[in-house]
């Protein structure tokens, strides 16, 4: 199931009915067997090529070349980039079989949350020890109230002594920061206000997961010569006012880790950068507190996957393996596939929604090691080191 009807079904559907998402999935799947699903989706083999529609359009491959098929990960996984998808304890635990099955070793679960909602969470996947990682989120509502930051960071203390072992996933797309429903329109990151919040994050030992921006095509004009279309109007920015652009968010970026460079930064989704990966790779050698996680931007890369390969060897100690994308067995192997194959041209149009076909990295063994584990492991045990003063 690609990202954004996860999402839609998810809410809609699977995890408000009670539903594994892999239940969800299959009572699609079934329905679309009972030729009830939607329209739009059963409509394409009838189209001509003049009324078929970009959003319809299913290639398959014609090519006979390997196809190789991953069912378990070539090292253990540590998956930097999840969210809260499973909603009962029966969903948790189907998750963590999946994990088993797939090779995921830990996930780090980005609440979003505070208060009573972090706390909620946080008792549910408890249950399961080591396997599960909960991050807070920030209470941006006061954000306009002189003693803002101090609030945050008495929040920011309190989730940290129920357990929260990082803060995320907090957003800016250009408008300000947001973590969950709580806004701050028109604070960005690098904003004075955040001071405190970032130097209470270094002194705790909290890593900051934080995503700037959103793929390069979501601000760009929603015509013929949009590249991502497809993807881009669903989720686009062009239209929006008051907002920063990808490369002012990305300057944010940069001038906010280098402000703070005690505090240690996750840039999600290679900090939107996929396109240009010689920025993202300028970006990290400019800050050594700066990663970069690689969590729902596969489809992205897997279109160039000559510059990608030579990212990954550059780069090999700065990037974490991340998800973003539900909790489904057949996404994980998606993403082992592109990472460690060298299959090519093979679609995954269901699970990203791009039009394009896709091509393996081939990885070799040292570089996904480190950027399936020891990197974030890394990072992550830099927290204990921190904690007895080191
Ligand atoms: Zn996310």
């Not at 199931?1 to 995890?15: D, E, H, I, Q, V």
């Not at 929260?164 to 947001?178: F, P, S, T, Y």
């Not at 130097?199 to 979501?218: G, N, Q, R, T, Y």
């Not at 931007?297 to 990037?319: C, I, M, S, V, W």
Request: aromatic share 10%; glycine share 8%; net charge positive.
């Amino acid at each position: 199931m690609n990202r954004r009807s996860f999402l839609k079904t998810s809410g809609a559907l699977g995890l408000a009915a009670g539903l594994p998402s892999a239940a969800a999935f299959a009572a699609a799947v079934q329905d679309k067997a009972a030729g009830t699903a939607s329209p739009e989706k059963s409509q394409p083999h009838r189209q001509t090529p003049e009324t078929l529609l970009l959003k319809d359009y299913r290639p398959q491959s014609i090519y006979k070349i390997p196809v190789t098929e991953i069912a378990k990960a070539k090292f253990p996984v540590i998956d930097m980039h999840s969210h809260p998808y499973a909603k009962t304890a029966n969903q948790i635990a189907a998750w963590v079989r999946n994990m088993d099955e797939v090779g995921i070793e830990k996930t780090i679960i980005l609440t979003m949350a505070t208060g009573a909602e972090f706390d909620r969470i946080y008792k549910q996947y408890a249950v399961h020890g080591e396997r599960f990682e909960m991050w807070c989120g920030l209470d941006f509502s006061g954000y306009k109230q002189p003693r803002f930051a101090s609030s945050v960071v008495r929040e920011l203390k309190r989730c940290r002594q129920t357990g929260a072992r990082g803060v995320g996933e907090i957003h800016d797309k250009g408008q300000g920061l947001r973590s969950g429903k709580s806004r701050a329109t028109g604070m960005h990151p690098d904003d004075a206000r955040m001071d405190a919040v970032f130097e209470a994050c270094a002194e705790m030992k909290l890593p900051f997961s934080l995503h700037v921006a959103d793929p390069i095509w979501m601000y760009q004009k929603m015509d013929k010569t949009n590249d991502g279309l497809m993807n881009a109007y669903s989720w686009r920015l062009d239209n929006q006012l008051n907002i920063v652009g990808l490369s002012g968010m990305v300057d944010i970026l940069g001038r906010t880790a280098k402000r703070h460079p005690h505090t240690t930064f996750i840039a999600c989704h290679l900090a939107n950068l996929d396109y240009d990966l010689s920025r993202l790779g300028t970006l990290l050698d400019s800050n050594p507190n700066l990663y970069a996680d690689i969590s729902a931007r596969y489809a992205e890369t897997g279109a160039t996957p000559r510059a990608a390969a030579q990212f990954y060897a550059k780069y090999a100690d700065r990037l974490v393996y991340g998800t973003d994308m539900g909790f489904d067995k057949p996404m994980y192997r998606v993403t082992f596939r592109i990472l460690e194959t060298l299959d090519e041209h093979f679609y995954e149009i269901d699970q990203f929604d791009y039009h394009w076909y896709l091509n393996g990295f081939g990885l070799p063994n040292s570089t996904l090691k480190q950027v399936y584990h020891d990197n974030a492991a890394k990072l992550l045990a830099a927290r204990e080191w921190g904690a007895r003063g080191a």
